[in-house]
């Protein structure tokens, strides 16, 4: 079962994406803020992670750059999803590697088929790279 990570200061928004997320089949933790989503990240380890820009304690910017940092959680594929549209400008300048932005509000279906196509990109990738050890083991 694939996992996601909810970071939202947004009550609502953070239930309404985990009812989404566990109707999808997904296990799903969540917390209010970077700092908060550091900590559980490390557990929880998830496949996924969607989290919001504009946060206190740690805004989301900040946690992503911590989380890819983290030899543990830097495979974790990330969806920004903001309503700040002025954002996107940062995220392009950022360029964070498997990383996705999505501006709020958004289609419900929209964030669950880039969650899905983001992991499948993923699980693509670590085959690709399984098979070319296999080939360096063997030459």
């Given at each position: ?103 709020k509000p958004f289609e419900l279906d929209e964030i669950m ?27």
């Amino acid at each position: 079962m694939n996992k996601v990570l909810i970071v939202d200061d947004e009550k609502d928004v953070r239930e309404l994406l985990r009812c989404l997320f566990e109707a999808g089949g997904y296990e799903v933790g969540e917390a209010e803020n970077g700092l908060e989503a550091l900590k559980k990240a490390l557990v929880f380890r998830p496949d996924i992670v969607v989290t919001d820009i504009c946060m206190p304690v740690m805004d989301g910017w900040e946690f992503v750059e911590i989380l890819r940092e983290n030899e543990f959680a830097c495979h974790v594929s990330v969806i920004v999803a903001t309503g700040k549209s002025a954002e996107r400008e940062v995220f392009q300048a950022k360029n964070p590697e498997n990383c996705r932005f999505m501006t709020k509000p958004f289609e419900l279906d929209e964030i669950m088929t880039m969650s899905r196509r983001m992991l499948a990109e993923r699980n693509a990738v670590g085959i690709i790279e399984g098979y070319f050890r296999e080939i360096n083991l063997v030459d």
